[in-house]
């Protein structure tokens, strides 16, 4: 780096780190897949980050939501404003929480997506999300 003062060599230090992180992150970040979602319901928590970050299901009906991804493992009460997806358990050393994705309905539309940790031993409680 000829001609370049150190603070110039600290500043492109940190921009090159910036855009390598940023692309290996980028690029080990999973993806939706519907065939993963189905074999694999262990590991669906790896696949939340970008059904909730690309708005996958925003907009789409129950009736779409349920083709997509199934039928949901846990029912509630008031199962037509939102609905409950099982999605494994992240690694974690300290805690045993599972994942779930709670998808919330208005006028039989999905309008919010939420990634929640939830204690395994404990139930659903319709008031929980609300």
């Known amino acids: 780096m000829i001609g370049l003062k150190k603070y110039d060599k ?3 230090f940190f921009f090159v780190a910036f855009v390598v992180t940023s692309s290996l992150t980028w690029y080990f970040e999973e993806r939706f897949d519907e065939g993963l979602w189905h074999s694999n319901p262990a590991k669906r928590y790896k696949l939340a980050d970008d059904i909730i970050d690309n708005k996958l299901l925003i907009g789409k009906t129950k009736e779409e939501i349920i083709s997509l991804l199934g039928e949901p493992e846990i029912f509630t009460e008031d199962s037509k ?3 409950i997806y099982k999605m494994g358990k ?3 050393f300290k805690d045993h929480l599972g994942d779930r994705l709670i998808i919330f309905f208005d006028n039989n539309s999905v309008h919010q997506v939420l990634h929640k940790k939830e204690p395994l031993e404990k139930s659903i409680e319709r008031d929980r999300y609300q």
């Open 81 to 83: 404003n939102y609905i």
């Open 90 to 92: 992240s690694p974690s």
């Open 10 to 12: 600290v500043l492109m």
